[in-house]
């Protein structure tokens, strides 16, 4: 199995993969809201790490650039998603449950009302407040692993939040076609 | 402060990033105002709630995918594999996006490689900003009907050249052979009086042309001489194919044709067996006439054939449900079957292009008003498309291109007006989210090598106003290299092994210098100071030896000795050159093809130039194998 130097690390592979594999695999989850699709992303991630990392720079900061491959991952999914969407004659595959539901409360506990929300806002802004809140990244990493100015940070985050807090609220009150 | 400018700023206040005065000042408006506060406090639980979602973990089963699709695609040993800075795996550009000034110090935290620098092969750019380069944009300047009937026979001639491994020689023609094809009229007439009873051919190599609607296989050593590779009842039109020669062979084995007698598809062996229809009927219920085929949809239709790498498969564009809007079909040839890539609703389907593993397949897709063009990459693998670029009138796509490196897929392009390129771009697949801008300006040629620049791909770029600038090579990692400053270049190509490039200064009418650029060194010669543009320079497909025509004299130059000799000349106008395949003893035979169609082959000077049986050669001529 090859191996890879950076400046933290002589890693294999199958380091890299199970040190990485729940918090890639748990931020893919939960931009695309889709477990099936998460392998697959999950899988893709690892993948296009793998084959890129042995011509990386030895001071690669690993953990950023994975966040980014996955992000680019997951963001292209959800693209492709939108084309076949606008092409008619697709079936979507592996669409998120559905969850306008009438009474949401009673179907979901916190933490599905939780995912539902994420799952409604916008693909940046859920990125964003994903990588601050579950992987505790700074400003400076999140706008590495999305590919914006750090002065974008900030505006993402707020618009995160706001975008969250008015689908929570709706969900939380049962207006689930908001 | 107002409760609306306070709500935007209470995420970078709850983060601890605002700047003292504003910190002070939202603090001052929260200890009033609850309905700000209530925000704060939402913003505070729903993050403590992100924060406590269970994590998911992959299961065992994305293990064992993961590390079975690696073993299956090993990768290289890690000591071949040279570094790159880490800023190249960076983003792309993008006019609007802001410049990211940090990146090298997240990616890395010394920008110089520790490991050696990239010897052969470098891995592609996902871009810098730095690597931009802008060509400066001038106007275009008015050029003659005679210079832009140059252009664009130049433009045409590279057409064929570019990308078709096999084609050997071409010949400018001012009418195409569908145009010959198709006359005046409306009605189609297919050709008759001609006898197939020699078929199947022999095995080796043969050469194919177009002429009077039927595909003819040539060979100047094996009998017979000349024969009709296609059926009578057909008429040959648009661009045909040979199929990409499978590993260690010179030539395909199959070819692929439009009958525009009877609009569809046909698939035949190299040896003439095998006619297949491709069962969809390319224009629906409507007549192929001459007519619709020189409609727009009639051309893309015309020139959208595509043959994948491994000749299993064949793209090509159809509208069988006669809705004026063309889509896109693959025909599988082992099951004889046929699907929808891309429906018509979705706008006007044209030139699809293979990825180089086969994966993939790059198309147009023109909305139906046709102000804008989506560049779309269609996965074959999972049946998904992935719109990686959009291009807006009055600019239109000219060509579309893969990049070489499979592990990092990429799609390359040139778009721009009115025959001059004013951009080339490139997307990797993802990991780019918007284009990166390889070369902007007003370009008269903009010709793309797969094997240019030790494999990493590139373009070659003339500039249409003979600039400070006339001729560049810029590779697919944004790097350039002049390789002519201040000349009226007219016509430019690559090698086929892509280390050289030739190219013709204009002197005055019909006469040129011709130049040899050694891309490895960056040498830069006159090979010949009174060289015609008709017939064009050729070169041998070993990239070996350079033929080329003052008017009365054909040349041969071989590169590795920087020398020159004639070949015997014939009393007839010699209108096209093309090589014949080396022989095994590696002679290199260049055959001359007179303005009348007939052949001639020369091997040197001692000899004269024999003809040879084999007439009506005219057009693109493509090499076939017949295993």
Redesign the interface.
């Known amino acids: 199995m090859?191996?890879?130097e950076t400046?933290e690390h002589t890693w294999s592979?199958?380091q890299i993969?199970d040190e990485y594999?729940?918090?890639i695999?748990?931020y893919v989850?939960?931009l695309v809201g889709d477990?099936e699709q998460?392998?697959d992303l999950?899988?893709?991630t690892?993948?296009?790490a793998?084959?890129?990392l042995?011509?990386?720079?030895?001071?690669?900061?690993l953990s950023?650039?994975l966040y980014r491959?996955a992000t680019?991952?997951a963001?292209?999914a959800l693209?492709?998603r939108k084309?076949?969407a606008?092409?008619?004659?697709q079936d979507l595959d592996h669409e998120p449950a559905d969850v306008e539901s009438a009474d949401p409360q009673e179907i979901y506990g916190?933490?599905e009302l939780?995912?539902a929300a994420?799952r409604r806002m916008p693909a940046q802004y859920r990125a964003a407040?994903?990588l601050?809140?579950?992987e505790g990244f700074s400003?400076?990493?999140i706008?590495?692993a999305l590919?914006?100015?750090?002065?974008?940070v900030?505006m993402y985050?707020?618009r995160?939040?706001?975008s969250?807090?008015e689908h929570?609220?709706a969900l939380e009150q049962g207006g689930g076609n908001t | 402060m107002s409760c609306e400018r306070v709500e935007e700023l209470l995420s970078a206040y709850l983060d601890e990033m605002l700047a003292p005065g504003e910190r002070r000042s939202v603090a001052t408006h929260l200890r009033k105002c609850q309905h700000c506060q209530t925000i704060l406090d939402d913003y505070r639980r729903f993050d403590a709630l992100l924060a406590q979602l269970p994590p998911v973990s992959p299961g065992p089963a994305v293990r064992q995918k993961l590390f079975s699709s690696l073993a299956q695609n090993p990768l290289p040993v890690t000591d071949e594999l040279q570094p790159i800075p880490a800023d190249r795996y960076i983003d792309s550009y993008s006019p609007t996006r802001p410049s990211l000034p940090s990146l090298p110090d997240v990616f890395s935290s010394n920008t110089t490689p520790t490991r050696r620098q990239p010897a052969l092969r470098r891995p592609l750019p996902i871009g810098s900003n730095d690597l931009t380069r802008k060509v400066p944009v001038v106007a275009p300047r008015k050029s003659s009907v005679g210079q832009r009937a140059l252009l664009g026979v130049i433009a045409a001639a590279l057409l064929l050249a570019v990308g078709i491994g096999s084609i050997m020689g071409w010949q400018l023609m001012s009418a195409t052979q569908q145009q010959r094809a198709t006359g005046s009229g409306n009605a189609i007439t297919p050709p008759a009086g001609y006898s197939s009873t020699t078929l199947p051919l022999p095995a080796g190599n043969r050469f194919v042309f177009l002429h009077a609607g039927a595909l003819w296989s040539a060979s100047t050593d094996t009998s017979p001489a000349q024969a009709r590779l296609t059926p009578p009842n057909v008429t040959v039109g648009g661009r045909w194919l040979v199929s990409p020669a499978a590993p260690g062979q010179a030539a395909g084995d199959m070819l692929a044709y439009i009958d525009i007698q009877h609009g569809y598809v046909h698939v035949i062996r190299s040896d003439g067996q095998n006619d297949t229809v491709v069962p969809l009927p390319l224009l629906g219920s409507r007549a192929p006439t001459a007519a619709l085929w020189q409609t727009a949809e009639g051309q893309a239709i015309l020139n959208g054939l595509s043959w994948s790498p491994s000749g299993a498969q064949l793209a090509f564009v159809a509208d069988p449900q006669s809705s004026g809007k063309p889509a896109l079909y693959i025909y599988t040839l082992s099951s004889n079957s046929v699907q929808v890539v891309a429906p018509s609703q979705n706008g006007v389907a044209a030139m699809p292009v293979w990825s180089p593993d086969g994966i993939r397949l790059a198309f147009a897709l023109t909305e139906a008003t046709g102000t804008a063009t989506q560049i779309i990459d269609y996965n074959t693998r999972d049946k998904s498309f992935l719109a990686v670029a959009t291009i807006n009138a009055p600019d239109t796509l000219f060509s579309l291109n893969w990049s070489p490196d499979v592990a990092l897929p990429a799609i390359t392009w040139s778009t721009g007006s009115d025959g001059i390129v004013h951009r080339v771009e490139i997307v990797v697949i993802d990991m780019m989210h918007t284009p990166r801008l390889l070369a902007q300006g007003n370009f008269s040629q903009a010709i793309y090598a797969s094997e240019a620049n030790n494999g990493v791909g590139g373009w070659l770029l003339v500039d249409a106003q003979s600039g400070p600038i006339s001729l560049e090579d810029v590779n697919l990692v944004g790097e350039s290299s002049i390789l002519a400053r201040g000349h009226a270049v007219t016509l430019a190509q690559w090698s086929p092994d892509a280390d050289f490039v030739d190219y013709l200064v204009t002197t005055n009418a019909n006469i040129s210098a011709l130049h040899l650029v050694n891309l490895a060194n960056g040498e830069n010669r006159v090979v010949a100071d009174t060289v015609a543009s008709t017939p064009l320079p050729v070169w041998s497909t070993d990239s070996h030896r350079l033929a080329y025509s003052t008017g009365q004299q054909i040349y041969i130059y071989t590169v590795a000795s920087a020398s020159t000799s004639p070949v015997s000349s014939i009393t007839a106008t010699v209108s096209a050159l093309f090589w014949l395949l080396p022989s095994p003893s590696g002679t290199s035979t260049l055959l001359l093809v007179t303005s009348q169609g007939m052949l001639y082959a020369a091997s040197g000077t001692s000899q004269p130039a024999s003809k040879l049986s084999i007439d009506n050669v005219q057009g693109s001529v493509q090499w076939t194998q017949i295993p």
């Open positions: 090859a191996r890879v400046k592979f199958d993969y594999k729940t918090p695999y748990n989850y939960h477990r998460a392998d999950t899988q893709d690892f993948l296009k793998f084959r890129a042995p011509k990386m720079d030895a001071n690669l900061k950023a650039w491959i680019n991952t963001y292209d693209r492709r084309l076949i606008w092409m008619p004659w916190t933490t939780v995912r994420l407040l994903l601050y809140t579950q400003y400076s990493e706008a590495q590919n914006i100015a750090e002065s974008g900030k985050l707020s995160a939040r706001q969250f807090r929570y609220r």
